[in-house]
């Protein structure tokens, strides 16, 4: 079996290390293939991404370092597009569409930047209401193909990062299945694959996204799954994949 993982991050946006760091580690891994990526430029919320005068030299370290590496290991450059984002993807490898906001009445609110943040975002868009948040978010995330170009689903379940115990919203009920299920069925139909996410367990979570019960639907509608480890820094790439190799 190949060993990829084509979800990472470098400091050309919000990760630790460089694109040949993240590469060698990759190939002390033993890992087959390596995506580096950047997140795309969002003018509501610049901080974290690409800035767009730096992208052409990320793309170029990418591709030197592919050269380099190419007799130990696949390098893929590519680009994380944000639903609320507006670049031309046409210079990468390949995309993975995420949503890292929910836009209502005009306003863009990050839901994955503390837990505190995601509070005033459902209390100041929804009232406080999270059924209605995370309504809102599946809806928009069905459209994910439409506004990204995307092959790959980024973290689709991000709207949970700080819901472990159903903190916030049961994500065993009817509602909230209901809510998921659309969405899966609509990304399945544009063809995506959906990642299964390790990144936020460092920390936030005590499972991948998308969730157990969610992977069982995505695959019982014939839906792909792919490991990805969502890495900052070096050291993180390829995190927890001995646990879920076996599981997608």
């Known amino acids: 079996m190949r060993r990829i993982d084509l979800h990472t991050h470098t400091y050309f946006c919000d990760g630790d290390n460089s694109p040949e760091e993240m590469v060698k580690s990759a190939i002390e891994k033993g890992l087959d293939e390596i995506g580096i990526l950047a997140h795309s430029f969002v003018s509501e919320d610049p901080i974290g991404s690409l800035q767009p005068n730096k992208e052409a030299k990320f793309i170029a370290e990418v591709e030197r370092v592919k ?14 597009m944000d639903m609320f984002s507006c670049v031309d993807t046409s ?69 949970t990062k700080y819901n472990d115990g159903n903190k916030y919203f049961d994500t065993y009920s009817e ?49 792909t799954l792919l490991l990805s480890s969502d890495a900052h820094k070096s050291d993180d790439i390829a995190y927890l994949f001995e646990k879920y190799e076996n599981q997608i």
Do not use: W
């Open 175 to 223: 509602k909230y299945a209901n809510s998921y299920k659309k969405a899966v069925d609509k990304l399945i139909e544009d063809g995506l694959v959906f990642e299964v996410n390790t990144g936020g367990m460092h920390k936030y979570k005590s499972e991948p996204y998308p969730s157990k019960e969610i992977r069982e639907y995505i695959k019982s509608k014939g839906g």
């Open 91 to 159: 210079k990468y490898d390949y995309v993975i569409g995420s949503c890292h906001y929910v836009k209502k009445d005009g306003k863009l609110r990050a839901i994955d930047i503390s837990e505190d943040d995601f509070v005033d975002t459902v209390n100041e868009l929804f009232g406080g209401d999270y059924e209605c948040a995370y309504q809102h978010y599946y809806d928009s995330l069905s459209e994910l193909k439409m506004r990204t170009n995307a092959t790959i689903v980024g973290h689709f379940d991000l709207i």
């Open 67 to 80: 050269e380099k590496y190419k007799s130990e290991i696949k390098v893929l450059v590519g680009v994380e």
